[in-house]
Antibody
Framework: EVQLVQSGAEVKKPGESLKISCKGSGYSFTNYWIGWVRQMPGKGLEWMGS????????RYSPSFQGQVTISADKSISTAYLQWSSLKASDTAMYYC????????????????WGQGTLVTVSS | QSVLTQPPSASGTPGQRVTISCSGS????????VNWYQQLPGTAPKLLIYTSNKRPSGVPDRFSGSKSGTSASLAISGLQSEDEADYYC???????????FGGGTKLTVL
């Protein structure tokens, strides 16, 4: 069974750094893109960016470029989403997702989804 | 402001048929297939419809999807109380070179 398991909830102060993780299992981790999706409280879903662990190719949504860093460690089948200086507006649920193909492009979808990591940023 | 436009809410009574619309443009829905996700309260979204009209294993055939031009719709027939959830459409956007989502529709079963 293909699974994505995310790290636990985090409570941070503005200005602090954070790295959350997503571990893939049940498939060849290096052969599929892994993406991150943000859901702010009471709001909809936003794609942030994706990484191809096989060659570390990364695609960012323009809305998130420069705001976060996506990385992966293929030796432990884990992808990461990182902030260097958190803001209160980063408070959200973050999901990791995997598309069905190894190619980047249309006619893709996200399945499975990780269980989500709640990040709360408050002074 | 989401790239794809959905009505914020929809409702129906048990047994009824409801539809949820999703409107986009030639760079997204007009360019690629559409996917639908169901998010039950307090849970992660789940794939409901892919490639505009296909259901993953385990999704009841009460759920169906269609696409025409730059619009798509999700239909739920024989509405049940457990269908109460948020529903999101999504498509690839050629201009963004990435996926875009609708704002979500909250379905209430009266």
């Amino acid at each position: 069974e293909v699974q994505l398991v995310q790290s636990g909830a985090e409570v941070k102060k503005p200005g602090e750094s954070l790295k959350i993780s997503c571990k893939g299992s049940g498939y060849s981790f290096t052969n599929y893109w892994i993406g991150w999706v943000r859901q702010m409280p009471g709001k909809g879903l936003e794609w942030m960016g994706s990484i191809y662990p096989g060659d570390s190719d990364i695609r960012y949504s323009p809305s998130f470029q420069g705001q976060v860093t996506i990385s992966a460690d293929k030796s432990i089948s884990t992808a990461y989403l990182q902030w260097s200086s958190l803001k209160a507006s980063d408070t959200a649920m973050y999901y990791c997702v995997r598309p069905p193909w190894s190619s980047w492009g249309p006619n893709n979808w996200f399945d499975p989804w990780g269980q989500g990591t709640l990040v709360t940023v408050s002074s | 402001q989401s790239v794809l436009t959905q009505p914020p809410s929809a409702s129906g009574t048990p047994g009824q048929r409801v539809t949820i619309s999703c409107s986009g443009s030639s760079s997204n829905i007009g360019y690629s297939t559409v996917n639908w996700y169901q998010q039950l309260p307090g849970t992660a979204p789940k794939l409901l419809i892919y490639t505009s009209n296909k259901r993953p294993s385990g999704v009841p055939d009460r759920f169906s999807g269609s696409k025409s031009g730059t619009s798509a719709s999700l239909a739920i027939s024989g509405l049940q109380s457990e269908d109460e959830a948020d529903y999101y459409c999504a498509a690839w956007d050629d201009s963004l070179n990435g996926p875009v989502f609708g704002g979500g529709t909250k379905l209430t079963v009266l």
